[in-house]
């Protein structure tokens, strides 16, 4: 999934405009070589030094332009963005408020430059989770580009997007989809059909279809975001092994084991040479698991499960959520080769993780303790099942009555 594409990122367009006034003063070649430098530091990927030229490009801007000019809103969301490149979220949004503010201010209401400040605000907010604080700005920065830019314009497609993929993560499939099908139908006709932008979009799509169990849907524009990544990119791309991840899931579920083989080891071996501690690479070697289940090659799915769980240890913590459903996994395959007191011990993991950030009486450790009271009664502890199935019997007993005592409408 492909969301909060940062539009207007710096004043490029903005240099581009000034470098072609006659006799530039010297506070302009200042300002033009400042904005240069940046840009080039962002664009090589060394990003604290970026930060700290932006910080000069900032002051400078202050100093000769005035603290409320629109060049100072466009270097305040430059180094917004740059310091989340960094991780600093928390530095980042007051930037990101300061700049909106700015060109609330200097700008009329309906103003696209107010588009994009708030689709970065919003930007910020998705990624931390915090859902119901992006959405109205998503929604107020897709009203401004409806009114005030053509129907097939690029930014236009990224508000779709990025109000798409917040709906997505809310689990709002039905509200994300037609959103997804304009954003894809506008950057077709606005970019060549082998642009990247359009992968993006119907691997959004694709999404979708494989959340709603549309595997046929969703098979056809998996593989030609994947040629589109193919072209675009050099061989070693992580987005390329991100969407042969996507299409050999795709594949699993139509029972396709034979085609999701060859894409799990591509994107296996991509992940060994270009970010093997990463978490992606624990995400392909998960669903890689997966496949090898389907087949009835235990032996080799535990392995797999075995490095995704160290891998998101070392990135998450050992009682992060993430864990959760591989060790769901991983007991699994241990069960399935017999060993039923290791796969107990993975499930009781697994167990605790979900409640430490459930609670207790979450209906969605039903299913789990199920699992549970069957292995406790596997490995000859039956009193200890017991105790499992009655917790499951209370859980459900408490989200039925709270099911039946909500109203109707």
């Known amino acids: 999934m492909f969301p909060f594409r940062r539009m207007a990122y710096g004043c490029g367009a903005f240099i581009f405009i000034l470098s072609l006034l ?70 980042a949004e007051p930037l990101y408020e300061r700049a909106l503010e700015i060109r609330e201010r200097s700008a009329g209401p309906d103003n696209p430059e107010i588009a994009a400040s708030l689709n970065n605000l919003g930007a910020l907010y998705a990624d931390q989770g915090k859902y119901a604080q992006a959405e109205p700005l998503y929604e107020r920065a897709l009203a401004i580009r409806v009114k005030t830019l053509d129907a ?27 959103l997804y099908e304009r954003a894809l139908a506008i950057r077709e006709r606005a970019f060549a059909p082998d642009h990247p932008e359009v992968a993006k979009s119907l691997v959004n799509l694709a999404g979708v279809y494989r959340e709603e169990s549309r595997y046929s849907e969703a098979e056809p524009l998996y593989r030609r975001a ?69 087949e009835g090659r ?37 069960y399935l080769q017999g060993r039923y007191m290791e796969a107990t011990t993975a499930l009781q993991r697994e167990l605790e993780i979900q409640e430490k950030a459930l609670g207790r009486d979450d209906a969605a450790l039903v299913p ?37 005592s909500d109203p109707a409408n």
């Not at 904005?35 to 970026?50: F, I, P, T, W």
């Not at 690029?154 to 809310?170: G, I, M, Q, R």
């Not at 699992?371 to 007993?397: C, D, F, G, V, W």
Request: charged fraction near 25%; include cysteine.
């Open 22 to 91: 006659p006799n530039a003063s010297p506070q302009q070649n200042n300002w033009d070589e400042l904005n240069a430098r940046v840009d080039s530091l962002y664009q090589q990927g060394k990003y604290e030094a970026a930060v700290a030229a932006a910080h000069q490009l900032v002051d400078f801007a202050q100093e000769k332009f005035g603290a409320e000019a629109p060049n100072v809103a466009a270097c305040l969301n430059k180094l917004a963005v740059l310091y989340e490149e960094v991780g600093n979220l928390a530095d």
């Open 152 to 178: 097939n314009n690029p930014d236009l497609a990224t508000s779709l997007n990025n109000l798409a993929v917040l709906y997505d993560f809310e689990g709002r499939e039905d509200d994300a989809l037609p």
């Open 368 to 404: 789990i303790l199920d699992n549970y009271a069957s292995l406790l009664l596997k490995t000859n502890h039956p009193a200890e099942a017991a105790q499992a199935e009655a917790r499951m019997r209370a859980i459900r007993t408490k989200a039925n009555a709270t099911a039946s």
């Open 298 to 334: 235990y032996a080799s799915a535990e392995p797999l499960d075995i490095r995704a769980l160290a891998i998101l240890e070392e990135n998450f913590g050992s009682n992060s959520l993430r864990l959760a459903p591989i060790l769901g996994g991983l007991s699994e395959v241990l």
């Open 226 to 294: 994947l040629a589109i990544d193919e072209k675009a990119f050099g061989p070693e791309e992580p987005e390329i092994a991100t969407t042969l991840d996507d299409l050999g899931t795709v594949y699993i579920a139509e029972g396709k084991y034979a085609d999701a083989e060859p894409l799990y080891k591509r994107a296996t071996a991509l992940a060994e040479r270009n970010f093997a501690k990463q978490p992606l690479a624990a995400t392909i070697f998960t669903d890689f698991a997966k496949l090898d289940v389907a």
